[in-house]
T-cell receptor
Framework: DSGVTQTPKHLITATGQRVTLRCSPRSGDLSVYWYQQSLDQGLQFLIQYYNGEERAKGNILERFSAQQFPDLHSELNLSSLELGDSALYFC????????????FGSGTRLTVV | SQKIEQNSEALNIQEGKTATLTCNYT??????LQWYRQDPGRGPVFLLLIRENEKEKRKERLKVTFDTTLKQSLFHITASQPADSATYLC??????????FGTGTQLKVEL
């Protein structure tokens, strides 16, 4: 157990639907990052939150949005889903400073049918 | 444009040998570079971080070098074991605390 909890582990949904992925960071970590990993793309950075505020944005689609709540858990909302959105979605957290790397969760596997 | 390049071909080596993986980057000036291990269907696991002013870092059987002139990092696993078989990712920050990952190199250690 890495300390980063992601739910659900698996999600199957139809095109056009909306889903919410949830992440609880490791205790004490203020930063949360979301990554998408598909077979042909590798790990792609989506968005970062730090203590409730958006800090950095990657190539996140307009159909996707995220937020970090006061208890530091984060949610990634994916809407108007397309077949191409099928991927593994990872959440990671990190503490202050740069001495340590990111701690990743076990991911949510999203399948859009 | 910024690029992080890792050998996309799998690296097959014999048990007991040293595995060496390469990470090259362009248009980055990273303050530090990180290496991760990823097993199929699992999240990446942090292994080592090396700063721009460090030439080499070791942790047990792992060694990382960082050459900011060549814009290259080498990742070594000595006395490799079948359990070391996985995909290894290097990652850099392009600004802020955001990490950008290379596509990874798959390592297979054979008996």
């Amino acid at each position: 157990d890495s300390g980063v909890t992601q739910t659900p582990k698996h999600l199957i949904t139809a095109t056009g639907q909306r889903v919410t992925l949830r992440c609880s960071p490791r205790s004490g970590d203020l930063s949360v990052y979301w990554y998408q990993q598909s077979l042909d793309q590798g790990l792609q950075f989506l968005i970062q939150y730090y203590n409730g505020e958006e800090r950095a944005k990657g190539n996140i689609l307009e159909r996707f949005s995220a937020q970090q709540f006061p208890d530091l858990h984060s949610e990634l909302n994916l809407s108007s889903l397309e077949l191409g959105d099928s991927a593994l979605y990872f959440c990671a957290s990190s503490g202050q400073g740069t001495n340590y790397g990111y701690t990743f969760g076990s991911g949510t596997r999203l399948t859009v049918v | 444009s910024q690029k992080i390049e890792q050998n996309s071909e799998a690296l097959n080596i014999q048990e007991g040998k040293t595995a060496t993986l390469t990470c090259n980057y362009t248009n980055y000036s990273p303050a530090y570079l990180q290496w991760y291990r990823q097993d199929p269907g699992r999240g990446p696991v942090f292994l080592l971080l090396i700063r721009e002013n460090e030439k080499e870092k070791r942790k047990e059987r792992l060694k990382v070098t960082f050459d900011t002139t060549l814009k290259q990092s080498l990742f070594h696993i000595t006395a490799s074991q079948p359990a070391d078989s996985a995909t290894y990712l290097c990652a850099l920050t392009g600004g802020g605390n955001k990490l950008t990952f290379g596509t990874g190199t798959q390592l297979k250690v054979e008996l």
